[in-house]
């Protein structure tokens, strides 16, 4: 449900912050990283000698509110000793809160003045709702977000084949087969992959939705929260929500079938013009070298046919087919069937 959270502490006065830089530094030096300097700018400065806390980055800077702390914090090191697929559970918030401000309380101890308050105090700037899927047809689902929607003020930097990024001001999408992930960054091994697997014969998907600080005020504001507190944010309706929309802004709902099961699907409740329609839309998505809905219906509207387009993707979800069929055939293996990740969500929240 959790991954990496960014929390951020704004300093009262310049004296504490660069007190608490000094104690940061010195223990960054006996880990081996010293705090330096982030992108070139003489005021910020980045760390990642405390990765052991699950403190993915140490930041410190002046930044739009002051002379801040920022701390990429993954709860799930410390709870699941450092399993590196592991997530942390809608249970979990007590024992993270409780890891992170004896963390807060040693380095307290360590400056001889209280320099940190404890977790309630700081706010979010990014919090990552996420799920895994375990299945063993990742890079089919990868492609199915790339033949999806782009939701307005969406874009795609690059296009990869084991994973899926796309991003706006707000929030990332951030959708991957995590063993890949393992083996290209971390270099991981096959044997250390069956490991973690046990040795089952399958992947995993990581489906993860990044929200920075404007998707959080949104969040803050439709959920009603009393501040933007990780206490607040750690909620399942919350990231039940997040996971379930914006994955169904993409590729719908509906489960994934082979272009002849969707057109069986169409033929029991279309007849004559609309199934025709309808069908040309499933079987130009499926002999597409890339296929893309969005091409399709940026095409269409060009013609001035965007509700016609509209209407037909309408219609092909209410048969309870998607628009976007399956490859006949996935590293040489038949595969008719595939569930849509948004019923995996509801799923894992029920």
């Known amino acids: 449900m959790v991954d990496t959270i960014d929390v951020e502490y704004i300093f009262s006065n310049k004296k504490d912050y660069n007190n608490c830089f000094i104690l940061f530094d010195s223990i960054a030096e006996k880990n081996g990283e010293c705090l330096h300097k982030q992108d070139r700018n003489r005021y910020r400065y980045i760390t990642s000698a405390f990765n052991d806390f699950g403190w993915l980055k140490v930041k410190f800077g002046v930044y739009e509110r002051g002379y801040a702390l920022r701390i990429s914090w993954k709860p799930s090191t410390h709870i699941y000793n450092k399993n590196p697929i592991a997530l942390s ?191 040309a839309i499933i079987r130009r998505m499926a002999t597409m070298k890339a296929p893309s809905l969005q091409l399709i219906k940026e095409v269409l509207a060009d013609h001035g046919a965007r509700n016609m387009f509209n209407s037909l993707v309408y219609k092909i979800r209410k048969s309870g087919a998607n628009p976007i069929p399956l490859e006949s055939c996935y590293d040489g293996t038949d595969i008719s069937y595939l569930i849509n990740p948004y019923n995996c969500v509801m799923a894992y929240f029920h």
């Open 89 to 279: 559970k809608p249970g979990d918030y007590l024992q993270a809160e409780e890891y992170f401000n004896s963390v807060i309380s040693q380095l307290n101890h360590q400056a001889g003045k209280e320099l940190l308050p404890h977790l309630d105090y700081w706010n979010v700037q990014r919090f990552d709702y996420a799920i895994n899927l375990y299945t063993p047809y990742t890079r089919e689902y990868v492609r199915l977000f790339y033949a999806g929607f782009i939701p307005k003020g969406f874009h795609i930097p690059h296009t990869y084949t084991t994973s899926f990024y796309m991003k706006s001001n707000s929030l990332k999408y951030n959708i991957y087969d995590k063993c890949e992930h393992l083996k290209q960054k971390y270099h991981y091994k096959d044997e250390d992959i069956n490991s973690l697997l046990k040795g089952r014969d399958i992947s995993i998907l990581r489906l993860e939705i990044q929200c920075f600080a404007k998707e959080i005020a949104r969040i803050k504001e439709k959920f009603l929260l009393p501040n933007r507190s990780v206490k607040a944010l750690w909620q399942p309706d919350i990231a039940r929500d997040i996971l379930a929309k914006r994955t169904s802004a993409i590729i719908g709902s509906e489960d994934i079938f082979t272009y002849e099961q969707s057109t069986d699907m169409l033929l029991h409740k279309y007849a004559n013009r609309t199934y025709e329609n309808c069908e």
